[in-house]
């Protein structure tokens, strides 16, 4: 399986502030996804990060709120930008490739936001 | 309708003791694969187990297995000789599609099972 590092794991922000989460991966991976999931909930997909493209964002998140960059197969950032108590939650990144039909999840970043 | 249903909000199980956690799915495609994830309380999504469709045999991976219905779409989980760091939340999730042929979409999970391992 792939080893994914995801950074910051946890952070405590103030509102109004923008706090940018990176992925890194030690492979080259097709697919890359983000995921939000908020205080006793299940995970929800925020966007699919494209290699050399614009993320594909899913319904209900918008790139002005998070702007996801992917330069090359094994990196991507999650910015969340204009904080608001309403974003405290876990962030997680996704891999995937296109020979392994398995998803692995990095490590999550843990954010507060007062 | 729910695409992925885990019927089971907690579970308590006696160390050493085996345990199933439910899952139920739904789709139309015939193509598709199903997960299960472990979160402990630090918050990380661990891979437990993969099923795909097509896959003839239940999945197995160490402690774990995928009791594989196809045709009541259940993907229940087994846990064999529990262990206290099984305490933790139990995700089931589903992608319609694959990956290699280009049509796989996002992975939609349940809502989770807490098991509880007690001496």
């Known amino acids: 399986s792939a080893v994914i590092s995801q950074k910051p794991s946890r952070d405590i922000c103030q509102r109004g502030t923008s706090l940018t989460i990176q992925c890194q991966v030690d492979?080259?991976?097709?697919?890359m996804f983000w995921y939000r999931q908020q205080p006793g909930q299940s995970l929800t997909l925020i966007a699919t990060a494209n290699q050399g493209s614009e993320a594909t964002y899913e319904s209900g998140f918008v790139i002005d709120k998070f702007p996801i960059s992917r330069p090359n197969l094994t990196f991507s950032t999650l910015t969340v930008s204009n904080m608001s108590p309403e974003d405290s939650s876990i962030y997680l990144c996704?891999?995937?490739?296109?020979?392994?039909?398995?998803?692995?999840f990095g490590s999550g970043t843990q954010l507060s936001v007062l | 309708a729910q695409k992925i249903t885990q019927t089971q909000p907690g579970m308590f199980v006696q160390e050493k003791e085996a345990v199933t956690l439910d899952c139920t799915y739904d789709t139309s495609d015939q193509s598709y694969g199903l997960f299960w994830y472990k979160q402990p309380s630090s918050g990380e999504m661990i891979f437990l187990i993969y099923q795909g469709s097509y896959d003839e045999q239940n999945a197995t991976e160490g402690r774990y297995s995928l009791n594989f219905q196809k045709a009541r779409k259940s993907a229940n989980l087994v846990i064999s000789a529990s262990q206290l760091g099984d305490s933790a939340m139990y995700f089931c999730?589903?992608?319609?599609?694959?990956?290699?042929?280009?049509?796989?979409?996002?992975?939609?999970f349940g809502t989770g099972t807490r098991l509880q391992v007690t001496l």
């Open positions: 999730a589903m992608r319609e599609g694959h990956l290699s042929t280009g049509t796989a979409s996002k992975l939609t």
């Open positions: 492979s080259q991976v097709t697919m």
């Open positions: 996704s891999v995937g490739g296109h020979t392994n039909e398995k998803l692995f």
